[in-house]
């Protein structure tokens, strides 16, 4: 499977380049496991999301995160969309998968890891654990009525 996120019209495929414009994006953690019930992995998410908005040009409109999924209205300040979901998606990983690792109190540690390795070893992509889904479809936001929608679907 592609590990390039596609964020462009079709007409916009044929030349290479992506849009600027917002993006809403959903993306969830592998067999839907509820890891954003606590507040450690939480706050994870919450500082990667921060760190894209002032280092990498992110720019937010709106966000929600759910007990196992992330939905996400953005644009990137540099016309680089998928390079931001990439490098968001792999930094969360990484650190999200270190906090379960070190986590003493996580009571579904064993079966966590055991969850994300198994999903790991279906991809050819992954060298151990994967944690999140590669399936999702960024919807490019076109009008101020979709917009709206988007954003009160987020909220």
Request: charged share 25%; aromatic share 16%.
């Amino acid at each position: 499977m592609s590990r390039k996120y596609k964020f462009a019209s079709p007409v916009r495929y044929r030349s290479g380049r992506e849009k600027d414009g917002a993006y809403f994006i959903s993306f969830a953690t592998v067999f839907w496991i509820d890891l954003f019930t606590r507040i450690e992995y939480f706050d994870i998410v919450i500082d990667a999301l921060d760190y894209c908005r002032k280092n990498k040009g992110m720019i937010i409109f709106g966000y929600c995160i759910m007990p196992s999924h992330i939905h996400l209205i953005f644009r990137s300040a540099e016309g680089k969309p998928s390079e931001l979901i990439r490098d968001f998606k792999g930094f969360t990983s990484r650190k999200l998968i270190a906090a379960i690792q070190e986590n003493n109190q996580e009571s579904r540690k064993e079966w966590i890891l055991w969850m994300l390795k198994k999903a790991g070893k279906r991809n050819s992509n992954v060298k151990n654990y994967q944690l999140w889904q590669q399936n999702n479809k960024p919807i490019e936001i076109w009008s101020l009525k979709v917009f709206e929608q988007k954003l009160n679907y987020v909220h």
